[in-house]
């Protein structure tokens, strides 16, 4: 996919809107993806630190702590890009994002973190493919975009929510009628490639 294509939020949310249509199966989103999100950032924060990333540790309580490792460089990569697809959005959501990392960060020095995230993640995702396969209905989003449907997924949920409270309704509009279109399409293929090879199989 072209730059311009990664940074159009219209086209990237409409195709991840178009894996995530059901509101189960978004409600499980809502709550299974910014735990993903601070697992990931715990297991980031414990991974071997490279030579060539300067020593930086500040202890804000014993519950926040920021550090210069690579959750800090996720972190700041999403964001990025983030602010690139939609700038209030990703304002709005700087907070959420950085309170998770400096949890995760400071969480990631107990004794059981590993175990911890790790558990974490794996609830997560199976929550996920549950609430696609018995709600939406459809694969996940990572099967066809693993990097998009990765690192958008905080970001639409975020979008979610701010949707809920009234943020851009005339763009939300917009957007859910291009998730609908989108939808459709998809559907057409699948039903042509079905019928295919239900004709196939009788040929033989």
Not at 129 to 151: Q, S, T, Y
């Amino acid at each position: 996919m072209s730059w311009s294509g990664l940074t159009d939020v219209r086209k990237q949310l409409t195709f991840y809107g178009a894996y995530h249509s059901n509101p189960t199966n978004i409600l499980i989103h809502v709550c299974c993806v910014p735990m993903i999100m601070w697992s990931a950032q715990v297991l980031l924060t414990d991974a071997p630190r490279p030579s060539w990333l300067p020593v930086y540790d500040y202890k804000i309580n014993d519950y926040l702590e920021l550090e210069l490792n690579y959750g800090l460089i996720q972190t700041a990569l999403y964001l990025s890009y983030f602010f690139v697809l939609e700038p209030v959005a990703a304002l709005l959501y700087t907070p959420q994002m950085l309170l998770s990392l400096l949890t995760a960060t400071s969480f990631a020095h107990k004794q059981n973190a590993l175990a911890v995230a790790g558990s974490v993640q794996a609830f997560s995702w199976i929550a996920q493919f549950l609430g696609h396969g018995l709600a939406e209905h459809r694969a996940p989003a990572l099967l066809d975009n693993l990097l998009g449907a990765i690192v958008l997924a905080p970001f639409f949920v975020h979008l979610e929510i701010l949707f809920k409270l009234g943020y851009r309704p005339d763009f939300h509009k917009q957007l859910n009628n291009d998730i609908g279109m989108e939808i459709a399409r998809i559907k057409k293929i699948e039903g042509d490639k079905r019928r295919a090879q239900e004709a196939a199989k009788k040929e033989l």
